[in-house]
């Protein structure tokens, strides 16, 4: 994973992107559900993006201090701007290789795990963060996500695909939690959404930074390759749908 890339991407489309984020707040939604815990008094959460999840977050824990980490200054400046309260702190930092004091009770992520190199270091770092009974919650997307656009991708060209085949899977996942927690669990939900057209879609993915560092394999979409895709969707799906994989991981210091 290009991190320049990554971050050049989601910082040129920060101010447009919770027009265009509806899945990732459902799963943001979906993860908040899953937070037992009610005595939580210090939460560091990462991949903090626009605060659609710090805001939620913020909401069910009104006392708890939260420490928010985005790799992308727009996306802080977006969030701060949202979220305008002394004990949310907003950092720009790369929540991979993070280096921090302190210790939480709940260290969690919205939609950005899956754009790490080494998630299993990053995973042990964590750990390192987390207070005694501390818990780590977060949703990743999966290689399952965007099948459709892969699947009619390929029929087009062999070796092009949306990069999401690249993430990690469930039993890979659940591996890593095994390894640094205890009472792990990995959940799977799969969201589905519609469009009226393939370049809707598209501008979905490049909108919300989904695809990371754009297509694998690289191919120059002109009006004539998008009819064909389009074609190709159609045919494969009788409509313009997307899955979006969405593992929700827990783990228990």
């Not at 805001?55 to 980490?69: S, Y």
């Not at 005694?132 to 965007?146: E, H, R, V, Y």
């Not at 895709?229 to 159609?234: K, P």
């Amino acid at each position: 994973m290009d991190k320049r890339t990554l971050v050049k991407n989601f910082s040129k489309y920060a101010h447009t992107y919770d027009k265009h984020a509806d899945i990732q707040r459902r799963a943001a939604r979906g993860l908040l559900g899953l937070i037992k815990k009610r005595d939580i008094a210090d939460i560091l959460e990462l991949g903090s993006g626009t605060g659609n999840y710090t805001l939620l977050l913020k909401k069910e824990f009104a006392k708890a201090r939260i420490k928010a980490v985005d790799i992308s200054g727009k996306m802080v400046e977006v969030a701060a701007e949202k979220i305008k309260d002394l004990n949310v702190e907003f950092m720009v930092e790369d929540a991979e290789t993070i280096d921090l004091a302190g210790s939480f009770d709940l260290v969690t992520s919205n939609a950005c795990f899956q754009w790490f190199e080494d998630l299993d270091g990053a995973l042990v770092r964590y750990k390192n963060l987390l207070k005694d009974d501390g818990k780590i919650l977060f949703s990743i997307f999966g290689p399952a996500t965007f099948h459709e656009l892969n699947t009619s991708l390929g029929c087009l060209a062999g070796g092009i695909s949306a990069g999401a085949g690249n993430f990690v899977g469930r039993e890979e996942i659940k591996d890593m939690l095994d390894k640094n927690f205890k009472k792990v669990s990995v959940k799977e939900v799969k969201f589905k959404k519609t469009f009226s057209c393939l370049r809707d879609l598209l501008n979905e993915i490049k909108y919300t930074g989904t695809n990371g560092n754009g297509l694998d394999g690289k191919v120059f979409f002109t009006p004539r390759i998008l009819r064909r895709l389009e074609e190709i969707y159609l045919g494969r799906f009788k409509q313009i749908r997307a899955t979006y994989q969405v593992f929700y991981c827990f783990g228990e210091r």
